[in-house]
């Protein structure tokens, strides 16, 4: 048993001061107003600390120089953590910056590295090595998206789902296969409504259990309506790689700032997206409509200069993203506690609110029962920020997994 005392405990409604957190087998067993020490528990002194719930990131390609698709294809591969080739590596390096969930992303890729990927997905979340994040089902920021918004993926890659020739050495149906037959591993599934076919898509991919996300996409306002009532839930990055929002021509941003059942990623870098615009995606669709992500790549957690990959590409570090050789905009170096800090200090967002972009809306969207939310019986997936929202321990499943040098 460990108990969390003297911290502030983060609930979706408010703050409790000066409160302890009681956990037990891996679950909070209690939350206390006051101080409490029962026999036998190991106290954990997190005064002038927040007690926030883990960090669930839903795209996120990499982190300190590793990327998802680093092993090539390579099925099977071990990384240097000992965990399973760079998913594992990635897992492991998670923690430090509060996440203890995540979905790894791809960008468009082969069948070979698709498959490579899948399978190390797989068994990661089965075996989840000690001291890294759980791995959720993969996000596929996939083959079937227009390539007039393409940013950093690589066109060569881009198919259309019912193409069976294809002008590199794979086809449409091939990336087809291997997502039927690595169904339990693929969470989320980013298509453009407008290409042929894609909107046919929908109901099978929802049908088998993947949520579909619109996204790098030209669609104007009635073909994101219409994948949306297909089955579409998500938004990719909202406002990046999109249509853009008029008065008389809302596109797919707009569609999806509309429509309440869909759930938006927002970038919360401040780049990305303008923190203006950031709030007013939030205040149109509310906590509960919105994700903080971070679109982190290799880059992320790098200082700027440096170098890293994005699914086998050379990607650079500046002192606001990431950019290839050619300065076209790859995605962010976010990681998931600075976007927690730009929610409350740049978006002027409460902190309980920033917990629940950063937690609870993520662990909702992907049905993740039981968390996402401080809570009696909630798994004990929790982190300790000080007061300038700096992670200083991650606990997964009761168990400290991370802890800043003092």
Same mark, same amino acid.
């Given at each position: 048993?460990?108990?969390?005392?003297?911290?502030?405990?983060? !609930?979706? *409604?408010?703050?409790?001061?000066?409160?302890?957190?009681?956990? *037990?087998?891996?679950?909070?067993?209690?939350?206390?107003?006051?101080?409490?020490?029962?026999?036998?528990?190991t106290v954990v002194d997190v005064r002038d600390c927040y007690v926030v719930p883990g960090f669930i990131d839903v795209h996120v390609?990499?982190?300190?120089?590793?990327?998802t698709l680093d092993d090539g294809g390579a099925i099977g591969a071990i990384g240097a953590t000992g965990a399973t080739g760079a998913i594992g590596g990635i897992a492991s390096r998670l923690p430090r910056y509060g996440v203890t969930a995540f979905c790894p992303t791809t960008v468009a890729c082969s069948p070979r590295e698709l498959r490579a990927v899948l399978d190390q997905v797989g068994r990661a979340r089965v075996h989840r090595p000690r001291g890294s994040a759980r791995v959720l089902p993969a996000h596929l920021e996939s083959n079937f998206i227009n390539p007039a918004y393409n940013g950093a993926q690589p066109r060569a890659c881009l198919r259309l789902p *019912?193409?069976?020739?294809?002008?590199?050495?794979?086809?449409?149906? *091939?990336?087809?296969r291997v997502i039927?037959?690595?169904?339990?591993?693929?969470g989320i599934i980013t298509i453009a409504p407008e290409l042929p076919g894609t909107l046919d898509l929908v109901p099978a991919f929802v049908r088998a259990g993947h949520r579909v996300s619109v996204g790098h996409s030209g669609a104007d306002f009635d073909e994101a309506i219409a994948t949306i009532d297909a089955g579409a839930r998500h938004a990719t990055h909202l406002f990046n790689r999109m249509t853009p929002v008029t008065h008389r021509a809302p596109g797919l941003a707009g569609a999806v700032l509309s429509r309440e059942e869909v759930t938006a990623e927002l970038i919360c870098d401040g780049f990305h997206v303008h923190p203006a615009m950031s709030r007013v995606a939030?205040?149109?669709?509310?906590?509960?409509?919105?994700?903080?992500?971070t679109d982190g790549t290799g880059g992320s957690g790098l200082p700027p200069g440096s170098t890293a990959r994005l699914g086998g590409r050379s990607?650079?570090?500046?002192?606001?993203a990431a950019l290839l050789d050619d300065g076209t905009l790859a995605g962010s170096t976010l990681t998931m506690d600075r976007?927690?800090?730009?929610?409350?200090?740049?978006?002027?967002?409460?902190?309980?609110?920033?917990?629940? !972009?950063?937690?609870?809306?993520?662990?909702?969207? !992907?049905?993740?029962?039981g968390f996402g939310v401080i809570a009696e019986g909630n798994a004990a997936d929790l982190v300790v920020l000080d007061r300038a929202?700096?992670?200083?321990?991650?606990?997964?499943?009761?168990?400290?997994?991370?802890?800043?040098?003092?």
């Open positions: 048993m460990i108990v969390l005392a003297g911290g502030d405990i983060v !609930l979706p *409604d408010r703050i409790l001061a000066s409160a302890s957190l009681i956990v *037990d087998q891996g679950r909070i067993a209690a939350i206390e107003s006051a101080s409490a020490s029962p026999a036998g528990a390609h990499g982190i300190e120089g590793q990327d *019912d193409d069976q020739r294809g002008e590199g050495d794979f086809t449409g149906r *091939d990336i087809l039927e037959a690595g169904r339990a591993d693929v939030i205040a149109a669709k509310g906590v509960h409509g919105v994700m903080a992500i990607i650079r570090v500046s002192d606001q976007a927690f800090r730009n929610i409350v200090t740049m978006f002027q967002a409460s902190i309980a609110d920033a917990a629940i !972009l950063c937690s609870t809306t993520p662990a909702r969207a !992907l049905g993740l029962t929202f700096r992670v200083m321990r991650t606990f997964i499943e009761g168990e400290e997994i991370y802890t800043a040098a003092r």
